[in-house]
């Protein structure tokens, strides 16, 4: 049971490898979806794992199995593993929930300090101009959506330019990347090895909206220096947008750049395989936390004497 329950706390280590490999050869949309749904599955099956550990030490407590109605001792590991490995998944919730309600209240009060500046400027359409004179741009999520852009921005490109940044921040609100973007700052919440996943999704949504706004404008050239210079116009600029809000200026440019040059890559044979490796890797951590507590709930059972060995 307790080596079942450890597979979901060591497979997310493969993740950031496979993410990058995954970006690197599937399309920017697929990889994004991809990505982000093995990053969730990881998150959720290793907070199971952790749980899991945390009722099983519990339980070897005497006042816990008189709470739990225990008549027979329950059968796990040795109190050397499980005690050590109850406290210490203890604290590791404990971390993760702080993080992740800080992390909340922060970007709560950043997305209502950007809807009231979007509200403050004057709007056309889903287009709201702020005026200011910190160079930034990046789509709002919310009802309606936005695309908020600073005066100060729109002086620094050309008119060609403007139209593909604003195809770029449309792209981001009509592919609901903001979804993929909160689903990534949760899933680097519960494990650490999902923390650099969260720059890979980033960089995955920011791709596939690069492609989609050079999709739409007809002109990849262009889009690449639109956002190479809507980039350079706001690298010094500090923004308070919140971090689901997605950005033409976030990222690794240069590499969004240099991809936006070179020719779409041609479908390769690796790429359905590292698709493969990275949804098997996350059914193994689902299966593997699922079998473990089927078999912790059988062994409650026993050891209330309301099941046989």
Known sequence: MTALLLLPLLLPFAMPVLARRALGRLAPAAALWVITVSAVVFAGCSLAALGAFVLIGLLRLPLFAALGELVHPLSAASDAFVLP?????????????WTLVRSMLRQTRAFRAARSEAGSGPAAGDLCVVDSPRPDA??????????????????????????ALFAH?????????????????????????????????????????????ATAVGDRRLTA????????????????????????TTGPVPQRVQALLSAPPAPRRTASWIAVLLVACATVSCAA??????????RVEVAQGEASP
Request: proline share 6%; aromatic share 6%; glycine share 6%.
């Open 85 to 97: 490995a109850a406290a210490t998944s203890v604290g590791a919730l404990a971390v993760c929930a």
């Open 289 to 298: 936390s699922a079998t473990g507590m089927i078999d912790f709930h059988h």
């Open 138 to 163: 990046y789509a709002l999520p919310g009802r309606p959506h936005r695309i908020v852009v600073t005066t100060a921005m729109l002086r620094s490109l050309d008119p060609a330019e403007r139209e």
């Open 169 to 213: 921040e449309r792209a981001h609100n009509e592919g609901g990347h903001h979804y993929f973007l909160v689903a990534a700052e949760f899933a680097a919440h519960c494990h650490p090895a999902l923390r650099p996943v969260r720059e890979t999704i980033r960089l995955a949504a920011e791709r596939a909206a690069d492609e989609t706004a």
């Open 225 to 248: 220096r639109a956002i190479a210079r809507a980039a350079l116009a706001g690298r010094a600029a500090r923004s308070g947008r919140p971090d689901f809000a997605p950005a033409a």
